[in-house]
């Protein structure tokens, strides 16, 4: 009955035939009235409890998601495409995998931390084989890739606690073969990202954060053994750093104290940021003065004035704690997505852009 009614009100309108109505659209040859195609997916939410750790890696038309499951000792395989996720394969690695990153398109890594390793994986038509198991002494948190080249690459690996951090070289051509040298940095060094620009002079680096030590630091690429340079230290505990998209600013999440900040990559200014008094445990950066803190079931966006005031904020719900959050145009329509790796719940997310758009304005 409800059909005919839309049926009869889009003749009666005299618009059935060309299907512009409101909830009429008519197929092609034929008087037969359809529903009007549904409002497109803002969000999915993955299957994946407690993943401490994950890295896209996207080409035309798909990304691929390595990402860990802490908790349950797995490291898994998801192919993102469209609005749609599918989980490829899954495969089992020591207790406590932390972080996971890509080599190449071919190659993906996790770091363990019962075993103590980077654990090496050949991925080939959706398929993660094990190849290699670098060794590394201590426990590690997070491995992020510094150079990747004619299949040699050189990996960071960090602690889950204690102060060394370890560089690795290893070589597709030699699988068995690897170079491990271990640095001292800081107390708890967590999360390192790779800046271009570094206070005081040209070049980049390696900054990252210390927990234990309450502080930033920060390395060349000159020189990645050494002595780290301290670059703002704090009351609270930083849990995270992220570089803007041009470098000019590193971006700190603080865990308390009701603010977060951010420090001037060209001439080591820090600018405090007014937060929530529960601070945030993840950071992602959208432009030079739009920021995206993450913290439990939330993501708190913030726009910025050029002394880090705050001129608005906005909102995006989300299904953990939303420690680890990825900048990607996932579904390749032009607009930046999040990527929301919950450490902890059963569930992470993807959050479609224009994500500014769509978050709710807070007071």
Same mark, same amino acid.
């Given at each position: 009955?409800?059909?005919?009614? #839309?049926?009869?009100a889009?003749?009666?309108?005299?618009?059935?035939?060309?299907?512009?109505?409101?909830?009429?659209?008519?197929?092609?040859?034929?008087?037969?009235?359809?529903?009007?195609p549904?409002?497109?997916?803002?969000?999915?939410?993955?299957a994946?409890? @407690?993943?401490? *750790?994950?890295?896209?890696?996207?080409?035309?038309? @798909?990304?691929?998601?390595?990402?860990?499951?802490?908790?349950?000792?797995?490291?898994?395989?998801?192919?993102?495409?469209?609005?749609?996720?599918?989980?490829? +394969?899954?495969?089992? $690695?020591?207790?406590?995998?932390?972080?996971?990153?890509?080599?190449?398109?071919?190659?993906?890594?996790?770091?363990?931390?019962?075993?103590?390793?980077?654990?090496?994986?050949r991925?080939?038509?959706?398929?993660?084989?094990?190849?290699?198991? $670098?060794?590394?002494?201590?426990?590690?948190?997070?491995?992020i890739?510094?150079?990747a080249?004619?299949?040699?690459?050189?990996?960071?690996?960090?602690?889950?606690?204690?102060?060394?951090?370890?560089?690795?070289?290893?070589?597709?051509?030699?699988?068995?073969?690897?170079?491990? %040298?271990?640095?001292?940095?800081?107390?708890?060094?967590?999360?390192?990202t790779?800046? %271009?620009?570094?206070?005081? *002079?040209?070049?980049?680096?390696?900054?990252?954060?210390?927990?234990?030590?309450?502080?930033?630091?920060?390395?060349?690429?000159?020189?990645?053994?050494?002595?780290?340079?301290t670059?703002?230290?704090?009351?609270?505990?930083?849990?995270?750093? %992220?570089?803007?998209?041009?470098?000019?600013?590193l971006?700190?999440?603080?865990?308390?104290?009701?603010?977060?900040?951010?420090?001037?990559?060209h001439?080591?200014?820090?600018?405090?940021?007014?937060?929530?008094?529960?601070?945030?445990?993840?950071?992602?950066?959208?432009? +030079?003065?739009?920021?995206?803190? *993450?913290?439990?079931?939330?993501?708190?966006?913030?726009?910025? *004035?050029?002394?880090?005031?705050?001129?608005?904020? #906005?909102a995006?719900?989300?299904?953990?704690?939303?420690?680890?959050?990825?900048?990607?145009?996932? +579904?390749?329509?032009?607009?930046? +997505?999040?990527?929301?790796?919950?450490?902890?719940?059963? #569930?992470?997310?993807?959050?479609?852009?224009?994500?500014?758009?769509?978050?709710?304005?807070?007071?």
């Amino acid at each position: 009955m409800m059909q005919w009614f #839309r049926a009869w009100a889009c003749r009666l309108a005299g618009l059935a035939l060309m299907g512009l109505a409101a909830g009429c659209q008519t197929q092609p040859g034929s008087g037969n009235v359809v529903q009007a195609p549904a409002a497109p997916v803002t969000a999915i939410q993955l299957a994946l409890p @407690q993943a401490w *750790g994950g890295d896209l890696r996207c080409t035309p038309g @798909q990304c691929l998601l390595g990402a860990v499951e802490h908790e349950s000792g797995k490291l898994n395989l998801l192919r993102l495409q469209g609005r749609s996720a599918m989980l490829l +394969d899954q495969q089992a $690695v020591a207790y406590h995998p932390d972080s996971a990153a890509w080599l190449s398109d071919d190659w993906l890594t996790a770091a363990v931390e019962a075993s103590s390793s980077l654990d090496i994986f050949r991925v080939s038509v959706g398929h993660m084989a094990p190849v290699h198991r $670098v060794a590394l002494g201590f426990a590690p948190r997070d491995v992020i890739v510094l150079a990747a080249q004619n299949g040699q690459y050189r990996l960071l690996a960090t602690p889950y606690s204690g102060n060394k951090v370890a560089i690795v070289d290893w070589s597709e051509g030699s699988p068995t073969v690897d170079k491990v %040298r271990a640095s001292a940095w800081c107390e708890a060094p967590w999360h390192p990202t790779r800046v %271009r620009q570094l206070p005081g *002079g040209p070049g980049g680096g390696v900054a990252v954060a210390c927990l234990d030590d309450k502080k930033v630091v920060a390395v060349s690429e000159a020189d990645l053994y050494a002595q780290p340079r301290t670059l703002a230290s704090f009351d609270a505990i930083p849990r995270q750093v %992220r570089p803007s998209p041009s470098g000019a600013w590193l971006y700190v999440a603080l865990e308390t104290g009701g603010r977060n900040a951010r420090i001037d990559m060209h001439t080591g200014e820090l600018q405090w940021i007014k937060a929530a008094p529960t601070g945030s445990v993840g950071v992602a950066v959208l432009a +030079d003065d739009l920021v995206i803190w *993450g913290d439990s079931g939330l993501l708190t966006l913030q726009r910025l *004035g050029s002394h880090a005031e705050v001129l608005e904020t #906005r909102a995006l719900r989300t299904s953990g704690f939303s420690t680890n959050v990825r900048l990607q145009d996932i +579904d390749g329509d032009g607009q930046t +997505d999040a990527l929301v790796l919950n450490s902890a719940g059963e #569930r992470s997310d993807v959050l479609y852009g224009p994500l500014w758009e769509r978050a709710q304005p807070q007071p």
